[in-house]
């Protein structure tokens, strides 16, 4: 595929310091254009840089985006995972905040600091590297503790790593003065989100999926008109959507009508209201859904408090978010008596704190019947940092704020918990998980010694540097996978464009041209000096497997795909299973994902099954890859310059002639 080449010139970089106030530091970072103008300037939005976020929010988002401040309090592991991806989405400027030092329990997470900050403001520290991700994004950071005169400033406020007192009063403010509040929170290995957006929150498109289409049969006319598509396509609507029609014969009233709310009656029926007034339907004719905007209430976590409404994130556990509710006041009071968290495996903390999480209970009327072993599991896992919680919770807690800003897409309403208990290792004690200044102490508080070791020598293979390639890299460098007799071996045979810097954010915009696998690698070394990382630019298959050998897959512990095809993820899913070794598969497709963990003979693996055939073609693919003929129909019924079936008479009745 060609290139623009004036796009992968690397561009001249011009910085700026300048003062948010006595105790703020602004770095601005402007990129000249070919014209001379600094693109900062320019109204428009880039398209060469936010081409694939733009196929998912569109035009509009984007531009509310683009209009929107954020602050966001508070820059360990998790503050800075939701500020690196809010500033990659666009935003018009970020503030963070933090009065914290670095210690070296940051380090296990916070991938922006260096041993070399240790002691320094983790705020100050950062800048710098955050503002090297998007030269579109003023960047700034303050020092000053957070004060309702200084959340006042902004759209969009997020509180991370702050205790409740001042998380009530902020979110008293913003929800008094129509800012949108976010709260999150990670501890070890729970983590939980809290969203309160105002009394009156518009969402315009609450999925953000393209408007269905199908065809209709028949339309009677009744009381209660019933609308019936034709067998071979479900309608796929639901109760309350609204739809409009057009090419309908007879019941011309109907073509461009004003939205009608429908009631689904079966797969391929349902009712519009009173028909009887209209005329005859004949034949034909095609139904389109109506996106409509909702108005969504929050309350104020003063409120949400004593009523929670959660989000549950996994099915399995469904009773354990409203236990973890408890759980995180139950860990506010003891740690504002304490002055700490509970201790872990401490058999006097993990007492006391079970007695805590009764408390509270009474204290805001829940009404619960406490589990006092999962209360007891969560004091032994609170402490410590795990870098994959917070970016989980993180990148949750920045499509928030994107929700804030856009008004697409319905937001979390209002908690959401999230914990990974599993992975703590069974009959770990007190000892096992003490603290010993260095960089992986968040992780041992966690995970205890042992398993920080285990990790250590563990060598994997990525396949693929592109955006979940640099996460996955990013996350098994601040783990510290292979840091003592392991590796990780990297492999992407792709060079950096323009377009890969709105969202792998290892690269920067003087890198487009280079090795990805090249450059990730030197990017995370940076972050944790102590990994051993080696990267590859050759592709998987049947034709590297001179390089990729039987001793090569047999010196593994597991392989991490990070692929864009499928037929590269079944190769790689076929040696796993041959050779017996984990496989971690994982994709994203606009604003939606999967993982799979595949254990040979254990689970399916990834081959095992087939997704079914998409009913509509995904609007990335079919503005910016179509690769089959379906594409350029789909385009062609789309778009805006499609021929009328007139116009398409006419060309082909000029193209027979001219053939004849």
């Given at each position: 595929?060609?290139?623009?080449?004036?796009?992968?010139?690397?561009?001249?970089?011009?910085?700026?310091?300048?003062?948010?106030?006595?105790?703020?530091?602004?770095?601005?970072?402007?990129?000249?254009?070919?014209?001379?103008?600094?693109?900062?300037?320019?109204?428009?939005?880039?398209?060469?840089?936010?081409?694939?976020?733009?196929?998912?929010?569109?035009?509009?988002?984007?531009?509310?985006?683009?209009?929107?401040?954020?602050?966001?309090?508070?820059?360990?592991?998790?503050?800075?995972?939701?500020?690196?991806?809010?500033?990659?989405?666009?935003?018009?400027?970020?503030?963070?905040?933090?009065?914290?030092?670095?210690?070296?329990?940051?380090?296990?997470?916070?991938?922006?600091?260096?041993?070399?900050?240790?002691?320094?403001?983790?705020?100050?520290?950062?800048?710098?590297?955050?503002?090297?991700?998007?030269?579109?994004?003023?960047?700034?950071?303050?020092?000053?503790?957070?004060?309702?005169?200084?959340?006042?400033?902004?759209?969009?406020?997020?509180?991370?790593?702050?205790?409740?007192?001042?998380?009530?009063?902020?979110?008293?403010?913003?929800?008094?003065?129509?800012?949108?509040?976010?709260?999150?929170?990670?501890?070890?290995?729970?983590?939980?989100?809290?969203?309160?957006?105002?009394?009156?929150?518009?969402?315009?498109?609450?999925?953000?999926?393209?408007?269905?289409?199908?065809?209709?049969?028949?339309?009677?006319?009744?009381?209660?008109?019933?609308?019936?598509?034709?067998?071979?396509?479900?309608?796929?609507?639901?109760?309350?959507?609204?739809?409009?029609?057009?090419?309908?014969?007879?019941?011309?009233?109907?073509?461009?009508?004003?939205?009608?709310?429908?009631?689904?009656?079966?797969?391929?029926?349902?009712?519009?209201?009173?028909?009887?007034?209209?005329?005859?339907?004949?034949?034909?004719?095609?139904?389109?859904?109506?996106?409509?905007?909702?108005?969504?209430?929050?309350?104020?976590?003063?409120?949400?408090?004593?009523?929670?409404?959660?989000?549950?994130?996994?099915?399995?556990?469904?009773?354990?978010?409203?236990?973890?509710?408890?759980?995180?006041?139950?860990?506010?009071?003891?740690?504002?008596?304490?002055?700490?968290?509970?201790?872990?495996?401490?058999?006097?903390?993990?007492a006391s704190f079970v007695r805590t999480c009764n408390e509270v209970n009474e204290k805001y009327s829940l009404g619960?019947?406490?589990?006092?072993?999962?209360?007891?599991?969560?004091?032994?896992?609170?402490?410590?940092?795990?870098?994959?919680?917070?970016?989980?919770?993180?990148?949750?807690?920045?499509?928030?704020?994107?929700?804030?800003?856009?008004?697409?897409?319905?937001?979390?309403?209002?908690?959401?918990?999230?914990?990974?208990?599993?992975?703590?290792?069974?009959?770990?004690?007190?000892?096992?998980?003490?603290?010993?200044?260095?960089?992986?102490?968040?992780?041992?508080?966690?995970?205890?010694?042992?398993?920080?070791?285990?990790?250590?020598?563990?060598?994997?293979?990525?396949?693929?540097?592109?955006?979940?390639?640099?996460?996955?890299?990013?996350?098994?460098?601040?783990?510290?996978?292979?840091?003592?007799?392991?590796?990780?071996?990297?492999?992407?045979?792709?060079?950096?464009?323009?377009?890969?810097?709105?969202?792998?954010?290892?690269?920067?915009?003087?890198?487009?041209?280079?090795?990805?696998?090249?450059?990730?690698?030197?990017?995370?070394?940076?972050?944790?000096?102590?990994?051993?990382?080696?990267?590859?630019?050759?592709?998987?298959?049947?034709?590297?497997?001179?390089?990729?050998?039987?001793?090569?897959?047999?010196?593994?512990?597991?392989?991490?795909?990070?692929?864009?095809?499928?037929?590269?993820?079944?190769?790689?899913?076929?040696?796993?299973?041959?050779?017996?070794?984990?496989?971690?598969?994982?994709?994203?497709?606009?604003?939606?994902?999967?993982?799979?963990?595949?254990?040979?003979?254990?689970?399916?693996?990834?081959?095992?099954?087939?997704?079914?055939?998409?009913?509509?073609?995904?609007?990335?693919?079919?503005?910016?890859?179509?690769?089959?003929?379906?594409?350029?129909?789909?385009?062609?019924?789309?778009?805006?310059?499609?021929?009328?079936?007139?116009?398409?008479?006419?060309?082909?009745?000029?193209?027979?002639?001219?053939?004849?």
């Amino acid at each position: 595929m060609s290139r623009d080449n004036s796009e992968l010139e690397p561009v001249t970089k011009k910085r700026r310091v300048e003062h948010f106030n006595d105790t703020t530091n602004d770095v601005e970072m402007q990129q000249s254009n070919g014209n001379g103008s600094t693109t900062a300037t320019n109204g428009d939005i880039d398209e060469s840089l936010y081409s694939r976020q733009l196929y998912v929010l569109g035009h509009e988002a984007m531009r509310k985006m683009a209009a929107s401040s954020i602050l966001i309090c508070g820059l360990g592991g998790l503050g800075v995972e939701v500020a690196k991806d809010i500033i990659l989405g666009g935003v018009k400027s970020v503030t963070v905040q933090d009065t914290k030092l670095t210690s070296y329990q940051d380090l296990s997470s916070q991938f922006f600091l260096r041993e070399s900050d240790l002691g320094k403001n983790r705020a100050e520290a950062s800048l710098p590297r955050l503002v090297e991700l998007n030269e579109y994004v003023s960047t700034t950071c303050t020092t000053e503790a957070v004060t309702t005169d200084l959340v006042a400033k902004f759209s969009v406020v997020v509180l991370t790593d702050s205790d409740r007192d001042e998380q009530l009063v902020i979110g008293d403010f913003c929800h008094a003065n129509n800012i949108k509040f976010i709260c999150a929170n990670t501890n070890g290995v729970f983590g939980n989100i809290f969203c309160d957006f105002g009394e009156d929150f518009k969402v315009t498109d609450t999925n953000g999926e393209q408007a269905l289409s199908v065809m209709v049969s028949a339309v009677s006319k009744d009381s209660d008109g019933i609308v019936t598509c034709l067998d071979e396509k479900r309608h796929g609507f639901e109760d309350g959507d609204y739809v409009t029609f057009h090419e309908v014969g007879g019941m011309v009233e109907l073509n461009e009508c004003s939205p009608r709310k429908i009631e689904v009656k079966g797969p391929y029926t349902f009712s519009i209201g009173d028909t009887t007034s209209l005329s005859d339907y004949t034949r034909g004719g095609i139904v389109t859904q109506v996106k409509m905007p909702i108005s969504v209430h929050f309350k104020s976590m003063r409120d949400a408090l004593k009523d929670p409404e959660v989000l549950p994130t996994d099915f399995a556990k469904f009773e354990q978010p409203y236990q973890h509710h408890i759980c995180y006041l139950a860990l506010s009071e003891f740690s504002k008596s304490a002055g700490r968290f509970p201790k872990p495996y401490n058999a006097e903390d993990g007492a006391s704190f079970v007695r805590t999480c009764n408390e509270v209970n009474e204290k805001y009327s829940l009404g619960l019947e406490v589990n006092a072993k999962l209360c007891e599991e969560f004091a032994n896992g609170c402490s410590g940092q795990l870098v994959g919680v917070q970016a989980f919770i993180g990148g949750s807690t920045a499509q928030e704020v994107m929700k804030a800003c856009s008004g697409k897409f319905m937001p979390t309403k209002q908690w959401l918990y999230f914990d990974c208990a599993e992975v703590i290792p069974q009959g770990l004690k007190e000892a096992d998980c003490e603290a010993t200044e260095t960089r992986y102490d968040g992780q041992v508080l966690c995970l205890g010694r042992e398993m920080n070791d285990r990790i250590a020598d563990q060598k994997w293979f990525v396949v693929g540097a592109g955006a979940i390639g640099c996460e996955l890299l990013k996350n098994f460098a601040m783990m510290g996978v292979g840091h003592n007799k392991g590796m990780l071996t990297v492999t992407d045979m792709d060079t950096i464009e323009r377009s890969n810097l709105n969202r792998q954010f290892l690269f920067r915009s003087w890198d487009v041209t280079k090795m990805k696998s090249d450059t990730a690698c030197n990017a995370v070394k940076e972050m944790n000096p102590d990994i051993n990382v080696t990267s590859h630019q050759n592709r998987v298959g049947p034709e590297t497997e001179k390089v990729y050998t039987d001793s090569f897959f047999a010196d593994l512990n597991g392989v991490a795909n990070a692929l864009d095809n499928v037929d590269a993820r079944s190769y790689m899913d076929r040696r796993c299973v041959y050779y017996k070794l984990p496989l971690l598969e994982s994709g994203t497709l606009g604003t939606k994902g999967n993982v799979q963990v595949v254990l040979p003979h254990i689970t399916e693996s990834y081959s095992s099954s087939q997704d079914p055939p998409e009913k509509t073609i995904p609007m990335c693919t079919l503005k910016n890859f179509p690769n089959a003929i379906e594409h350029t129909i789909q385009w062609l019924g789309t778009s805006s310059r499609g021929f009328s079936l007139k116009q398409q008479k006419i060309v082909t009745n000029s193209s027979r002639s001219r053939s004849s």
